[in-house]
Nanobody
Framework: QVQLVESGGGLVQAGGSLRLSCAASGRTFRTSTMGWFRQAPGKEREFVATITWNGGSTTYADSVKGRFTISRDNAKNTLYLQMNSLKAEDTAVYYC?????????????????WGQGTQVTVSS
C-alpha cells in the first residue's frame, strides 16, 4: 500500500512557476508508476503527466507539454511536478497517484492510490 501527501501548491501569477511535491510512504512507491492529475471546478479530473518506476519514461498531456516536468527521487520516496509558464487555465486541484501495476496509463481509473490534492491558483 502507498500513502501519498502533496504539497507545494499556492497562488502564482501567470507566467510564474511552482514545484509540487508528493511524499510517499510504503514500499511499493519505488516500483510504481506515478502520475499527476488535476481537477478544475466543474470539470472532470484530467491527466497531466506520468512517469515509470525508474524515471525512464514520461508522458505528458498536450496542454502541459514543454511547460511541466515530472520527476521522481526513489531514494526520497518523492514525486515532483515542476510547472513553468503557468497559465490561468492551469488553475486546479492537483493530485498525485500511484499505479503499482506500472502501466503508465493516462486513465485515472488505472491508479489505485491517491493523495488529498493541493490547490494551484494562477492569476491572470
Amino acid at each position: 500500500q502507498v500513502q501519498l501527501v502533496e504539497s507545494g501548491g499556492g497562488l502564482v501569477q501567470a507566467g510564474g512557476s511552482l514545484r509540487l511535491s508528493c511524499a510517499a510512504s510504503g514500499r511499493t512507491f519505488r516500483t510504481s508508476t506515478m502520475g499527476w492529475f488535476r481537477q478544475a471546478p466543474g470539470k472532470e479530473r484530467e491527466f497531466v503527466a506520468t512517469i515509470t518506476w525508474n524515471g525512464g519514461s514520461t508522458t505528458y498531456a498536450d496542454s502541459v507539454k514543454g511547460r511541466f516536468t515530472i520527476s521522481r527521487d526513489n531514494a526520497k520516496n518523492t514525486l515532483y511536478l515542476q510547472m513553468n509558464s503557468l497559465k490561468a487555465e492551469d488553475t486546479a486541484v492537483y493530485y498525485c497517484a500511484a499505479d503499482p501495476d506500472g502501466l503508465a496509463s493516462i486513465r485515472s481509473r488505472q491508479y489505485d492510490y491517491w493523495g488529498q490534492g493541493t490547490q494551484v491558483t494562477v492569476s491572470s
